[in-house]
């Protein structure tokens, strides 16, 4: 199935600006977005899905291109990023449901970002770009289901960072979805997760490429980007998983080290997954959704005092809350807290705890640990 990104532009007037969380407006608006299925008559079977991190609005099929995007949409992005889980007669069914998804405000895929022109100045943003809430990624979107004519999805479903996007649409919108599937996420950052992010911050901000964001005319800052890549990766896959992706070549990288030399395949498997993401991705909007991530606190950014107050307007939503065992970027017990306040707050949830020896990245790579689960939920 070959598939194209459609464009939908807002906010050119005053009144139709995005909001954001710290009182500024900022527009025009453009969001990247693909859509799968027909939307019924009654606009009632709709399934909204937010991407991972790094991931795309892209879900499903082949697409070889995306306008404006240039390089970066290398072969690593043109097949869909759950082509295994959307589609005709999977998990997501696109025989029986009009699939949405959209890349992020911020993002490098089409919407805009840091990476963006500037209509003022004619040069991309860079790092005058407005740092970004989840809150305010999520805000972004509501005037693109309007236009879809969308008022109220069947449901909702966010992977890693994309679950806490799921969940922050589902407490800051309850009118407007019915079922909410969150996987592997959390209801806030943990010491763990800032303590890790910071690192990455870190990493990019101190490349001497990076220029407070302004990186675009020059050389840009890929040493900072790869290293915080290598980072994140230790959390998405488990130690098995990185031992068996491992091949016995043991290849020098040799503008990355003077003194220290690659011993290990190990070593050289690590510094590959750095380096090969330099291809396909944007650092400021790396960096952009790392620090929105290391500030999000569903229960403070709601303004509620309590769980049960946060949650009290889904109790006419129903929850499907997935969890990996292996899983070291969110670990089980943030997954049983969500369920455990849902719960609590009287929401009607189920709870499905997967075996995977695949980590994080087991959202991804193993359908059938999901797929009959994710179905029957959609579809009873």
Partial sequence: MEVRSSFFTYGASDESRLALHDGREFGPITLAYETYGELNEKKDNAILIFHALSGSQHVAGFNP?????????????????WDDFVGSGKAVDTDRFFVVCANYFG???????????????????????????????VSSQIPLFDHLGIEKFHACVGSSLGGLLALDFAVSYPERVHRVLPVACGLESTTLTRVHNLEQILAIENDPNYCNGHYYDGPHPLRGLALARMISHKTFVSLQAMELRMTDKCEQEHDEFSWYKI????????????????????????????????????????????????????????????????????????????FKVLQDAGVPSEFVSVSSDKGHDSFLLEPDLYSGTIKHFLEK
Avoid: M
Wanted: charged share 20%; glycine share 10%; net charge negative.
């Fill in 107 to 137: 993002g490098c895929y089409g919407s805009t970002g840091p990476s963006s022109t500037c209509p003022e100045t004619g040069h991309p943003y860079g790092g005058d770009f407005p740092h970004i809430s989840f809150s305010d990624i």
């Fill in 65 to 81: 291109e995306v306008p404006g995007v240039g390089n970066l949409w290398n072969k690593e992005c043109q097949t869909g990023w």
């Fill in 263 to 338: 011993k290990t395949p190990l070593e050289s498997y690590i510094l590959h997954q750095g380096r090969k993401f330099l291809r396909r991705f944007d650092t400021n909007t790396y960096l952009y959704l790392i620090a929105g991530w290391t500030n999000f606190n569903l229960l403070r950014d709601s303004g509620a005092k309590d769980y049960a107050e946060l949650f009290s307007p889904c109790r006419e939503q129903e929850y499907l809350v997935y969890s990996i065992d292996s899983d070291v970027c969110f670990y089980p017990e943030e997954q049983e807290q969500i």
